[in-house]
């Protein structure tokens, strides 16, 4: 009896496992180690949120790097997304480079305007949303060799509404183009006039009409891309002056929104109406292109109306005159004596 309960009271392998795997236990190698180990190797890795973005047209989920090597244009059903003018200049100037040119800056809230928030915080949020001082954007650079004064409007700066300081990034954009003797390219972005300078925003439709006709007397050339969307007084002033106007793909280019005109003469508007396929059709623009493909077109145009021949898509290296000699010796050694 004493040998039974003597071999009862001796412990185990099992009872060495459990006390080994016992969470108290310092020295549970298995759990404090293994374990973790092995979940760190087989655990799903947390992917960042910005590497995929979504088609606001089709739905495709779309690969950021895919994305921007396109210039922001959907791979599957081609929607021209909304693109800033950094983003458009990287893309469209040869090797992204271009010289920034500075514009004078206008008078702060002139009229001290105030709605829900002050004029001064509505800019200080555009300008931290965006990092951008202002809603355009005056460069000058190169597009396949061709050197050009190009203007860009950014949609997401107080939605490119047209104050003080476009009129004058405009005016500075054509002052530096005649100075230099170079055509200008504009791409418009913009929902019309902004209301928190009043008067003095309506006041910049003649003063870029006249920049545009200094250009016209300079005999230089103005290209216009309308992009989504160009409204009210952008579309009734330099938008719509160039000599060759080009639109992207579904662009909206009016003056008064589709709602407002149906709302006013309470009929439905046909199918289309006021897009940049439908002011093709009707002859209001000259060419409908894809942004991908504008760099060339533009390139082209220019060419044609300078005077300058054909557009240049790259350059061949230089020949080595010693690399030719070695060529030729070594061709002329492995020949053989009939070939001589």
């Not at 965006?130 to 950014?154: F, P, S, Y």
């Not at 005999?219 to 938008?239: D, E, K, Q, R, W």
């Amino acid at each position: 009896m004493g040998i039974a309960r003597a071999l009862i009271a001796i412990p185990t392998p099992a009872d060495y496992l459990n006390a080994t795997l016992r969470r108290d236990d310092p020295m549970n190698w298995i759990t404090n180690y293994v374990r973790p180990t092995i979940n760190s190797l087989f655990s799903r890795r947390e992917m960042p949120e910005n590497l995929w973005e979504k088609c606001p047209s089709c739905g495709t989920m779309l690969f950021h790097r895919e994305l921007t090597e396109n210039q922001r244009v959907c791979n599957s059903c081609g929607h021209h997304m909304t693109v800033s003018p950094r983003e458009r200049f990287a893309g469209f100037f040869d090797g992204g480079l271009y010289t920034e040119i500075s514009v004078p800056q206008p008078i702060v809230d002139p009229l001290l305007f105030r709605d829900q928030k002050k004029y001064p915080d509505r800019m200080k949020a555009a300008q931290k949303q965006t990092g951008e001082k202002e809603a355009m954007l005056v460069a000058e650079g190169e597009i396949m060799r061709t050197r050009i004064v190009a203007v860009a409007q950014d949609f997401e700066f107080m939605a490119g509404s047209m104050g003080m300081h476009v009129g004058n990034a405009i005016i500075a954009g054509c002052e530096h183009a005649i100075k230099r003797k170079l055509p200008l390219v504009l791409f418009s972005a913009a929902g019309g006039a902004r209301m928190q300078e009043g008067i003095l925003s309506l006041m910049q439709m003649p003063r870029t009409t006249v920049a545009v006709d200094m250009l016209r007397e300079a005999g230089l050339p103005y290209i216009v891309v309308l992009t989504n969307p160009t409204t009210g007084g952008v579309t009734a002033s330099y938008a719509m002056l160039g000599d060759v106007q080009i639109a992207e793909p579904g662009a909206l280019i009016c003056f008064a929104g589709p709602r407002v005109i149906e709302q006013t003469i309470r009929e439905k508007l046909p199918e289309g109406f006021q897009r940049a396929e439908y002011l093709l059709e009707h002859g209001m623009l000259d060419r409908v292109t894809p942004r991908p493909q504008l760099r060339t077109e533009i390139a082209t145009i220019l060419r044609m109306l300078g005077g300058l021949g054909p557009v240049v898509h790259g350059d061949l290296p230089r020949p080595d005159p010693a690399a030719i000699i070695e060529a030729a010796q070594a061709e002329a050694a492995a020949q053989t004596p009939e070939e001589k």
